[in-house]
């Protein structure tokens, strides 16, 4: 049986530094649909062992509150996500992101030792779920792959900075040198099932371009946005969580649909658009959002 949690409302996605107390202990208060409690980049080669014990801690102790618990483990070529995965389950993390991904056996290689540790650590099998970070070319070329690899993959994220070096180029804050990526990693999740996150914005100075980029991503059919700031949540929710006007345009799609289609009829308008049966998924889609954020108030 498919995790419920699978397909959750993943709007921001907010990263913080898993060996420093302060930041994991309270995270909540800024309402992030997930929290990225970061084992990789942002903890000191010397210090793993004391973030594995912080986030151990946090996880057994701390109550979130209804964030999602991310833990972003060390990379496959490195001696530490075996143990990484091991503390993640024993703790009981949501969610495990593997950085680097480039192939669905990386992907298996992680739900092997999963598996193993749910089953050392008498957790429930299948309550650990995976995301994977694409951060290269041959990441973005295997997208689909990914995104097929494995029944607990909640999705595919993806890691700018690392993927534009690989490119050969920058961070620009146009966004341009991210298309490609964007679109080839959208199309695979979709195709596949699953979610798709866009990658971190770090120039706090400059909001108003952030709010452009994740008004682009959310045009383009994301999920959501990695944060590395509360600041940036309260803008990325209110891109990505339907307005009153888009709530009321879907429920009167969804009732002329159902009416129409018992009267025959296959094509018609809504407050003046031309409407068919293909819009009837996109209209359910925006109530199924306004529902998991809690702003839709009516009776579909």
Request: proline share 2%.
């Amino acid at each position: 049986m498919e995790n419920p949690n699978k397909k959750r409302l993943r709007r921001s996605m907010m990263f913080l530094n898993a060996q420093k107390p302060s930041l994991i202990k309270d995270p909540y208060i800024y309402k992030c649909d997930s929290l990225m409690l970061d084992l990789e980049d942002a903890v000191a080669v010397t210090a793993k062992d004391t973030a594995r014990f912080s986030l151990y801690h946090a996880l057994t102790t701390i109550d979130y509150r209804g964030s999602e618990r991310v833990v972003r483990i060390n990379g496959l070529d490195t001696d530490l996500w075996e143990e990484d995965i091991r503390c993640c389950v024993a703790g009981g993390a949501d969610v495990i992101r593997i950085p680097k991904t480039e192939s669905a056996d990386m992907v298996r290689a992680v739900e092997e030792k999963v598996v193993a540790a749910e089953e050392e650590f008498d957790r429930e099998p299948g309550s650990t779920l995976i995301m994977s970070a694409l951060e290269s070319c041959k990441g973005i070329m295997n997208a689909y792959e990914v995104c097929t690899a494995s029944d607990r993959l909640i999705g595919v994220a993806l890691s700018g900075g690392d993927y534009t070096k690989d490119l050969q180029t920058h961070i620009t804050g146009t966004g341009v040198e991210l298309m490609g990526a964007r679109q080839q990693m959208i199309i695979a999740a979709r195709a596949a099932g699953v979610q798709c996150f866009d990658t971190v914005w770090t120039n706090l100075d400059d909001m108003e371009g952030f709010r452009k980029d994740v008004q682009t991503i959310h045009d383009m059919g994301f999920d959501g946005k990695s944060c590395v700031n509360p600041r940036q949540i309260d803008i990325v929710h209110a891109i990505f969580t339907p307005t009153t006007k888009d709530i009321i345009f879907a429920e009167k799609v969804i009732k002329e649909i159902d009416d129409k289609k018992a009267k025959g009829i296959g094509v018609f308008t809504v407050d003046g658009k031309m409407i068919d049966i293909a819009f009837y998924d996109g209209a359910q889609r925006t109530i199924k959002l306004a529902k998991a954020a809690g702003v839709y108030k009516g009776d579909l």
